[in-house]
Every structure is written in C-alpha cells, then in structure tokens.
C-alpha cells in the first residue's frame, strides 16, 4: 500500500505541472485557431503569435513554482504534520529540480544553436571555398549580399555530390555551407536564387529566431503542444526567407525551379543516416522522405506548397 | 575493387539486377563516356529518359558510395566533379557474379557445388578443376569459423 503522504507528494508535484501543460495546450490550439484567421502571407505577424504560447508556458512554468504553488499549498494544509511537511518539502525541492534542469537543457540547446556552424562544419568535414576556385558563384554571393546589405558570408564546401545549401549564424558571422553537387547541376540563375533565400535567412535574423524558439521547446518539454509550435515557427520562418530571397534577386522562378529539382532529387534518392536527420530544418529542403504524418514537426513547408506560393506572388507582383 | 552495397535481386533485367532503375542506366552511360562531368552525363541519360541534372548528381553520389564510381574535385572556372568508372563493365560483373557465387556457397555449401558441377555438362577433368575453385572461394567462412586468420 502506498503511504499517503507519497500520493499527496505526487498530487502537489504533478498538479501545478498540469495546470500549465492545460494552459499551455488551450493556448497552442487558441493560437493556431487564430493563425486560420490572420492573412496567411503576414510572416511575421504569424511568427510572433506562433512565439507568445511558448513564451507564456515558459514564464507559467518559471514563475507557478517559485511563487504561486507555496502560496496555494499554504492555504490548503493549514496543520500538516511533521511528515507531509517532509513529503511536501520533498516534493517542492523535485518541482525545483524540474525547474532547473529544464532551464539548463534550454541553455545547452542556445549553447549548441549558437555553434551549430561550428559543428556542421565539423560533421560535413566542409573546407573554406576561396574567390578564385568559383568566380562565378562568388560573383552571384556578392551581389545578394550587397543588396541585403549583409557582411559576404565566410563560404565552405562540402564534399558530396548531393546538392545541398545551407547558411547558419547571423549577420556578420555567418556561414554559407554549399555542397559540390549543388555547384555542378544548378544553372547560375539558379545558384543565385538559392542564395537568395540563404541570405535573406541571415537577414531576418533566422537563426536567433530559431535558436529562442528551439530553447524554449526544450524548457517546455513537457508540454506536448510546444512540439508542434517550434516547428510551425520554423516553416513561416521558410516561407518568408522564400519570399525575401525572391525579391533580393528577382528571381522567384528560378528558385521554383531548383526547388522542384532538389526536392526531385532527394526523393529519388533520400539521404541516409543520422547526420542528415540531426541537420533536419538546416538545409534549404529537406533532404529525406518524410511521412505526411510528419508534416506538422517538418520545420519545411511542403516544396508544392512554397513553390505556388513563389509563383502565386510573382504573378501579382508582375 | 569491393563493391559495398550491392544488393542482387534476381527478378530484374540486365544490370537493374544489382543497380537500381536510374543507377543502371547512369552506370551505362559513363561507361559510355568514360571520365565525364554531371551535365555531360545527364545530356548522355537524357536520350533515354528525362532527368534532371541534379537528379544525375544525387543518383551519381550514391554509386560513389557503393565504389562503382569514382571522382575528382575540379575547381577553376567552376567547382564540379569528374566522374569515372572505378571498374570496368567486365571487372564490375565479375565482382557481382563473385559476390552472389561466394554468398550461395556459404549458404549452401557443398549441395551448391554439387548442383553447378551436375547443371554443367563438363569433362572430368574441368569438374575437378571448378570444384577447385569453388572450394576455395567458400574458404574465407570455414577459417574465420575456426577462428584462425
């Protein structure tokens, strides 16, 4: 038989935790109701709203336990004995440890997204590409960079035959990742337009966006629904770089285009291994099949959807 | 030359065999050429079948991977791969043919010898020397088995 005081120690550690996990899901779904109703091109409107349900458990989680459970649990038991009070003590010092530990997974994920250059360049085995090996793509990087007004990115190449484009690190340290496979089987226009989207990434801040976003997830690992925001934040995120990389290099059609390819191409042969399942969100598509099912923890919008999106834009635009 | 890899599905045509739909007519298609780039090769594949030059690309990487073929970085006025056959046609179908015998006859042993040496209508002479051979290529299992290198 379990002795109360453990079941009213479980009761008193669990149920703050609920009472957030409830706000939060209430939260996500109110959120993503109202993402129905908002113009679905406004990018960064959607972004912030996608942000404020992970904030708030963030700061619900941070501040029930500190201030208003003790206060609660004070109203409750107003004589308990010496070993509830143990057990309640017990229990608070487990609800801190929660508390603590969430706060330094969420330090170590903004330690890792912080030196994810570092270590894809490191994992890719990616060697400095200088001006004179590639003329013509530093040519296409230096004018996107200059129309963004973005420091030119330090530029590594990666051994691989697969086309593959990355851009990690914000505005001043930034760095490009671009594969052989991308270089030799794109057209220029194309390459550029790829470039396009890269730098209006480091642009929009994108990586810090993600960074936060992807902190906070994991602060709120316990809250289902918070799975499902920071890959919708990262996807908006996509769709905006999209259209911000169109406008850089006016050149929508093109990046259509290398999208179909791409994704073409990854479908026809899907990269293996947990390298490129870890980098998932990195690369300009995803380079693996991925299940329909899937789609809500893609941090991409399906190729189909960004591609009518580019051509639908243009179309007005023109 | 090991091929790493390589799966023989007996069901299929020609080289599909060993190599997938797309992989067999690229390996082909180098064979054809000899060294080549990417857009050499897709211009090559294209009279057969439409594809997409970074389609080329991925599908060549991966038979990199499974050692049929091999390549050299080029920079200069761009950066773009070299690709050649790591083996010729005949090298690359013995390796298979070695692959799929050496499997068989660890499988099925001795009833596997038996069965070639009985399907094929050979002099005396010629028997004892394929029988020869195939207990050699069933060797490696039997030392590794004993625990001897």
Known sequence: MVPPDTITMLFLMLR???????????????????????????YRLRTMLLMLPLAGTYML?????????????????????????????????????????????????WFFQGNLGRIILRLFRAKPLDEPEAYEFF??????????GVKLPETYLINSGVPLVSIVGNAGNAKLLVSVGLLES???????????????????????????????KVATIFSPFSHFLEPAICREREFLADKKGAELTGKPKELASALIKLDEAYSINPMRGLLYRIMTGVFIATPFKQGVGLRIFCRHPSVEERVKRLLEETFFTE | MKLRRVRYEPSKEGLMKVLGDLEADIAEALWRLGPSSVK?????????????????????????EKGIVERELKKGRGVYYEYRPALTRRQ??????????????????????????????????????????????????????????
Not at chain 1, 74 to 87: A, D, E, G
């Open chain 1, 139 to 148: 040519a296409s990087l230096r004018k996107v960079s200059e129309k963004a």
């Open chain 1, 186 to 216: 794109l057209s220029q226009d194309e390459v550029e337009a790829c470039l396009g989207h890269e730098i209006a990434h480091v642009k929009g801040n994108d990586q810090r966006i993600r960074t936060l976003a992807m902190s906070m």
């Open chain 2, 40 to 64: 050499k090769i897709q211009v090559e594949v294209s009279k057969q079948r439409e594809v997409a030059v970074t389609t080329v690309a991925t599908v060549l990487d991966r038979l990199y």
């Open chain 1, 16 to 42: 703050p935790y609920m009472e957030v996990i409830l706000a939060s899901i209430l939260a996500t779904i109110g959120v993503f109701m109202i993402l129905q109703l908002v113009n679905k091109l406004d």
């Open chain 2, 92 to 149: 690359f179908e013995r390796s298979v043919i070695g692959g799929v015998l050496t499997s068989l006859l660890r499988t099925f042993g001795d009833s596997a010898i038996s069965y070639m040496l009985e399907s094929m209508e050979l002099s005396e002479e010629k028997k004892a020397e394929l029988r020869r051979y195939l207990e050699r290529l069933k060797e490696p299992e039997r030392r590794s088995d004993d625990g001897a290198p």
């Open chain 1, 61 to 109: 989680l941070a501040t029930w336990f500190v201030r208003v459970a003790p206060v609660w649990v004070k109203f409750v038991f107003f004589t308990p004995s010496q070993r509830t009070l143990n057990s309640i003590r017990l229990g608070f010092r487990v609800s801190y440890g929660v508390i603590v530990i969430t706060f330094l997974m969420a330090v170590l994920t």
